[in-house]
Structures are given as structure tokens and as C-alpha cells.
């Protein structure tokens, strides 16, 4: 059978030969064995489910083993033997072209070059799956290959639940991943109902098809880390030679030192594995490595005498580097944090003073004592940050819950008032106020001819618009029209795809429209292929996360999530092709709703219109938000777009006198 028939066949009708776990692959770590002895058979009941009573007894024992020994069910056998990666939007069996924009972003996500744990279905950050299991997948690309444009699929947390009658308007894909009631969220009810097979964690753009690879990190740190500099630094100052200092070499963190370079200072970052850090070593990601602290010492002191542009990856604790940096009065201007705090007792975080293999021990063998090591590392890796910002360290949270961990250790990182943390969070000082009230926020686009011609024609596309835009711009923007026109003039340069020919920038709403107007306009002369649009979560209207995106909202309603709930439902019914919404994301389970959303512009008249109303409510929402809850930013921003659009009518807040509350209570 070619590819497109095993599309349509869906599952097998003949049982697939078992095939040995391939060597290269990098295995997903055994998850916890949570479930009682009912719980695994109810787990095996519902595996089954998906496939004739002929195999029941033969599969229910595979699967019976997989839970034992991975602690899931992933249906190895099922995983087809074509390979998985994001062929042109012509090569998939489909009878309508926006179910086929679906199924190459479906495979994107599962490429072996751009998921972290494709054999496991997991395409980033540990834990952020596409599907629970191979039959959730074939069964998937079978109902995308059989849907019309009067249909939509409907999703639970990977489980294709069927396709709907529906209308050419409608999403064809509507996606929930771990939407939980809400007293069932804790970390140990993923760990449980995923287990069952009945939920999973789509983190951000995994489990919404929408990943891209590393170059959205790139991007977002490179803004981050650059708005950080320029808080600091006097006006016109350059970054070369000054120090920013973070930890980990992963997934993500893994864009901390190419962003550094980018930025233009000296990046240093800890990673405890030796195999992650030589990995981006020899990628090209980081260019000096070094695995020993004295020597760690000279080559920070060179660099920062010769004013150097440079990366160096360390490989040992970060605890060590703050604490020996101190010792030897290495000024850091600025510090954060990129290990994998949401899930700190289970290899997240490395503590200090225990060796990489004692901990993984320590994590299978005895999990009270390594939470009390990464406990007692947090209080410490706490306390030398707070002798590094005595001296003057900017210090921020990258949106790895580091300070929530470390509040929650008990480690001095909470604010005289005893409800707000010592440090700000990156979202808080610095991409809220300057991107995401103004609308900016991370919009990104697949060439789904996989031709690397046409992502280049989409290059200069968006960088037309944006110079024409910044030409008129008002100067509170002129700082994120100019940051984006550079990016996306070297975004080639950088040589950032990996997986489907995308592309990323932040733009406002007003950028984000005119530059999809203008694709679907080159795409109907036939000048490039049909592109699909969508973004990152991490946006300006798509999250409610307390410790993350909305950690800049002070009205007390960051602990809501009604924003990207609106968003979701806003995004739907304006012509999205498809729409998701999660619990989970990069704080953790129970700590985030996010949703996103994917369109085809395949150059159509209709794709025009749904392009219109759909992109001005999937930012202005969250700037609506953002203005209600007193941002000054927002409302600017606002003000301008209702001037803008006369049918836009938002609800203003009225600012209240400090004076008339003081003698109140
Ligand atoms: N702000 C954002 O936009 C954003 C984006 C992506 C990820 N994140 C968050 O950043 C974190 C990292 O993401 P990732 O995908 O890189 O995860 P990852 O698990 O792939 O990488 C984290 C790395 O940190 C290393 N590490 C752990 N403890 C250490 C220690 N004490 N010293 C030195 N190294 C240590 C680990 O070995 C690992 O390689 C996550 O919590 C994620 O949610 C934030």
C-alpha cells in the first residue's frame, strides 16, 4: 500500500508485525505507575477499544507490558512504517484542501527531526503530546482524509470522537487537550487519567498541530533577552560584553545562547547533562564548551575584557555558577532560568551537589528524598541570585515556574508583601508592557508547498508590509516594527527551519491581517503555494497563565481563564480552520489554559473574509483584556484600534484616585 491508501485504511485490517523500538529514537522517560490494579484494567479495556475483539487477547498483554514498563500505552505496533514528515499538501489522499493542511501539520509535528519523543507521540517539552497513541493517530488522518467542507472532527485530548455535520464556515478540527474539571488538575491527575488513556498534555502547539520547530524560541527569547538589555542599559549601550547567565540546554532552553549571539552579549548556560550540552555544541547552537568551573572562571573574565559576543555552555549545576560567580565578583547584568521547572520531581531540576546519574536514581528509587533535594538546591540557587541582585543583577523568570518552585521550597523570593515575588516575570516587565498590550505576539505562517522558494517570497512579503507600516507607526510601536523588520531580513540568514518551510515574527493585529491579506493575494496570482497561518500560544489573547502570559494583569482576574475560553469560541465561529484550547502548557498542569488556532489561505475570496474577522478578534480580545485591567499600554492600544474600526465598542475602564481609597478600610 502507497502512502495515501494506508491514510485512508485507517486502522489495519490485518494485525501489523511487532517492530523492534528503534535505536536512534529518543525514548520518552518511563512515567509514573500511579494506577490500582482496577484502574490497569480499565486502562487495557479502553486501549482495546480501538480495535476488533479478534486481537483483544493478544494486544491486551502487549499493552498490559507497555503500561508496566512505560508507565503508558502508546501502541507501538500501530506506528505506520511510512515516514512521518510534512510532505506537500498535494501528497495526502483528502477531499478537501484544509483537512490536508491539517494532516501535514499533524505529521510535522510528529517528524522524527522535530518531536522530541516521536516514537511516544510527544513533540516538545517532556510531556506535550499529539496523540495518547498510534490508533488516536490513524484513526485521525483517516477521518481527515474522508471529511468534506461540510464536516468537522471533533477531539478529545487526541481521541478523534467522530465527524460532524457541520457547514464550510465552520472549523473542520475542533481540538481539546486535558480540559479537566477543575478539582481534578493536579499533577498526579494527568499522571493518572492519562494513564487510563482518557486525557493528555497538548502543552502549547503539540497537541494543536502548530509547532515549528526551535525557531519560535529563537525568536521570543532573542526579544526578550534584547527588551532586557535595553532596561538596563543606558540608551544606545551596546550588550557586547556583558553577561547574561541562565541554565539549561534543552528542547527550548536550548535557544538561550543562539538568541544571546543574536542579542549581541556573552551568554553563559549550565546544563547538568553532557549529552544535551554537546548536542547543541555541535549543532552550532553555542559556540565554546566547557566542563569545568576554574576554567569556566578565565574564559568569562576574557570575554568580558576583550567586550566579547559570545556563547558558552557549561556543563555542570547552575547553583555552582551563581554561587563560584559571586566568590569571584563576576558581574552578571542579567540572570534567569530556563530548566524545566513545571515538572521539578521528575527530572525537570537537577539539585545542586548530587551527581546526574544519583539523581535519576533518586527519582525512580526515592522520590520524597530527591523533592527534598530539589527543594533544598531551590533555597540555595535563590539565596546566591539574591547576592548577584544586591550588586545590581537584573534577574527574570523565563516562564519556567522558577519562582513559583522556589516560593513553594520555602526559599527567599517573595516581596515585603508577602504575596508578590522578589523578581519580576519576563511576561511582567517586559513582554506584556512591550508586546503583548500593544498586540504583538508570535504569528507564524507553513509554506505548504514545502518549497523553500516560497517561504522566501513569504520573507519579503512580510518585510514589504512591515517597512511600509513602520513608516506610518506610531513611535510607542517603533521599537517592535524595527526588531521584527531586522528579524525577518536575517531570518534566513540564521538558517532556522527545521521540519515544514515556517516562519515566525511578531507583528500587532493590524501587521498580522495585512501580512495574511497579502500572502492569500500572492497565493491566488499563483506566485506561491497555499499557506497555512496560525501562532504560538504564548500570545497576547490565547493564555490565562498567572505565572506566565497574564502575570501583568493586576486586577486580580489572572487567576481567571475566561480570555482564551472567548478566544477559542471568538476564533471559531470567525472562520478558523481549525481551533484548540489546552490545559497545561509550559507552567504545568492546572497552572494554564491556552488555545490557538490554524487557517488556510489557500487564496480564496472566502479565505480573505474569514482572514478579516478572525485575526482582529484573535488579538484585540486579549488587548480588550488587557485595557479592562488598567494597562496602560492596552489602552492605548485599543483606543487606537476603536478609532481604527468604528464597529469595535470596548468597555473602558475609569482610573480610580489612590487618594479615595486610603482611609477606607
Ligand atoms: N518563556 C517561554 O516562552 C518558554 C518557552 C519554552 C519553554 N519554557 C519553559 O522553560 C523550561 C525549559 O524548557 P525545555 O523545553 O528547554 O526543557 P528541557 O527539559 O528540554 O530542558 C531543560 C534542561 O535543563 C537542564 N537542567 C535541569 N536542572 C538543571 C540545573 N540545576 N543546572 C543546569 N541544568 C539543569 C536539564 O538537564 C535539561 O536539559 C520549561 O519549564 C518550559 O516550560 C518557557
Known amino acids: 500500500m502507497d502512502f495515501k491508501e494506508q491514510i485512508q485504511k485507517g486502522i489495519p485490517t490485518e494485525l501489523p508485525a511487532l517492530k523492534p523500538y528503534p535505536a536512534a529514537a529518543n525514548r520518552a522517560p518511563k512515567r509514573k505507575d ?111 482524509s474522508m471529511m468534506t467542507d461540510e464536516q468537522t472532527l471533533h477531539m478529545y485530548s487526541g481521541h478523534p470522537m467522530g465527524l460532524f455535520p457541520s457547514s464550510k464556515n465552520a472549523p473542520r478540527v475542533v481540538v481539546t487537550n486535558g480540559m479537566m474539571i477543575p478539582n481534578y488538575s493536579t499533577p498526579n491527575d494527568w499522571e493518572k487519567f492519562n494513564a487510563m488513556g482518557v486525557t493528555q498534555y497538548g502543552q502549547m502547539t503539540a497537541g494543536s498541530f502548530m509547532y515549528i520547530g526551535p525557531q519560535g524560541i529563537v525568536h521570543g527569547t532573542t526579544i526578550t533577552v534584547m527588551n532586557a538589555f535595553r532596561k538596563i542599559l543606558p540608551e544606545g549601550e551596546s550588550p557586547a560584553g556583558k553577561i547574561f547567565l541562565t541554565a539549561g540546554l534543552g528542547g527550548m532552553s536550548g535557544a538561550q545562547p543562539k538568541a544571546g549571539n543574536i542579542a549581541g552579549c556573552i551568554t553563559i548556560c549550565a546544563e547538568v547533562n553532557s549529552k544535551a550540552a554537546t548536542k547543541r555544541y555541535e549543532q552550532g547552537w553555542v559556540d565554546v564548551l566547557i566542563d569545568n568551573m576554574d576554567s569556566l572562571v578565565l574564559r568569562v573574565k576574557e570575554a568580558k575584557e576583550k567586550n566579547e559576543v559570545v556563547s558558552i555552555a557549561f556543563i555542570g549545576n547552575i547553583v555552582d555558577v551563581w554561587e563560584r560567580f559571586d566568590v569571584e565578583d563576576i558581574f552578571i547584568h542579567l540572570g534567569s532560568d530556563q530548566t524545566s521547572l513545571h515538572i521539578p520531581w521528575t527530572g525537570g531540576y537537577y539539585p545542586v551537589d548530587v551527581s546526574y546519574e544519583e539523581s535519576n536514581r533518586l527519582i525512580s528509587e526515592d522520590p520524597e528524598a530527591f ?263 492596552a489602552l492605548f492600544a485599543i483606543k487606537r484600534e476603536m478609532e481604527r474600526t468604528p464597529s469595535l465598542k470596548v468597555t473602558l475602564p475609569n482610573l480610580v484616585d489612590d487618594n479615595i481609597l486610603k482611609n477606607l478600610f
Open 371 to 633: 523533592k527534598e533535594k530539589v527543594q533544598d538546591s531551590l533555597r540555595r540557587h535563590a539565596a546566591a541570585i539574591n547576592k548577584h541582585n544586591s550588586k545590581g543583577t537584573y534577574f527574570f523568570d523565563y516562564g519556567n515556574a522558577f519562582l513559583l518552585e522556589a516560593s513553594r521550597a520555602g526559599a527567599d523570593i517573595m516581596a515585603e508583601n508577602k504575596i508578590d515575588f522578589k523578581y519580576a516575570s519576563y511576561v511582567q516587565d517586559i513582554l506584556g508592557p512591550m508586546c503583548f498590550d500593544y498586540g504583538f505576539g508570535p504569528f507564524r505562517w507553513v509554506c505548504t508547498s514545502g518549497n523553500p522558494a516560497d517561504l522566501d517570497k513569504t520573507d519579503e512579503i512580510a518585510m514589504d508590509v512591515l517597512e511600509k507600516m513602520a513608516a506610518q507607526s506610531p513611535k510607542e510601536i517603533q521599537l517592535q516594527m524595527q526588531d521584527n523588520i531586522i528579524w525577518i531580513k536575517d531570518a534566513k540568514k540564521n538558517k532556522l527551519v527545521v521540519g515544514s518551510q515556517a516562519r515566525i515574527l511578531y507583528a500587532d493585529a493590524e501587521g498580522r491581517f495585512k501580512i495574511a491579506a497579502a500572502f492569500n493575494k500572492a497565493v491566488a496570482a499563483g506566485e506561491i503555494g497555499a499557506i497555512v497561518i496560525g501562532r504560538d500560544h504564548h500570545d497576547v489573547s490565547g493564555t490565562d497563565s498567572p505565572y506566565r502570559e497574564t502575570s501583568n494583569i493586576y486586577d486580580g482576574s489572572k487567576f481567571t481563564a475566561d480570555m482564551a475560553i472567548h478566544n477559542v469560541i471568538g476564533d471559531s465561529f470567525r472562520g478558523a480552520t481549525w481551533v484548540s484550547i489546552h490545559n497545561g502548557g509550559g507552567v504545568g498542569w492546572g497552572e494554564v489554559i491556552n488555545g490557538g488556532f490554524g487557517m488556510l489561505l489557500d487564496g480564496t475570496e472566502a479565505a480573505a473574509e474569514r482572514l478579516k474577522s478572525m485575526i482582529f478578534y484573535d488579538v484585540n480580545n486579549g488587548i480588550a483584556r488587557r485595557s479592562w485591567a488598567r494597562n496602560e499600554e
Open 34 to 144: 500511579i494506577l490500582s490494579i482496577e484502574e490497569k484494567q480499565l486502562a487495557i479495556r479502553n486501549a482495546l477499544r480501538y480495535f476488533p475483539k479478534q486481537w483483544h487477547a493478544e494486544l491486551a498483554k502487549e499493552f498490559a507490558q507497555e503500561l508496566k514498563t512505560f508507565g503508558r500505552i502508546y501502541m507501538y505496533r500501530f506506528k505506520p512504517t511510512y515516514k512521518i514528515y510534512a510532505r506537500p499538501i498535494d501528497a495526502y489522499p483528502a477531499k478537501c484542501k484544509q483537512a490536508a493542511a491539517i494532516m501535514l501539520m499533524i505529521n510535522n509535528n510528529l517528524d522524527n527531526a522535530v518531536a522530541q519523543h516521536p516514537e511516544e507521540l510527544i513533540t516538545y517539552g517532556g510531556n506535550g503530546a499529539v496523540f495518547q497513541n498510534w490508533a488516536q493517530y490513524l484513526l485521525t488522518m483517516q477521518y481527515l
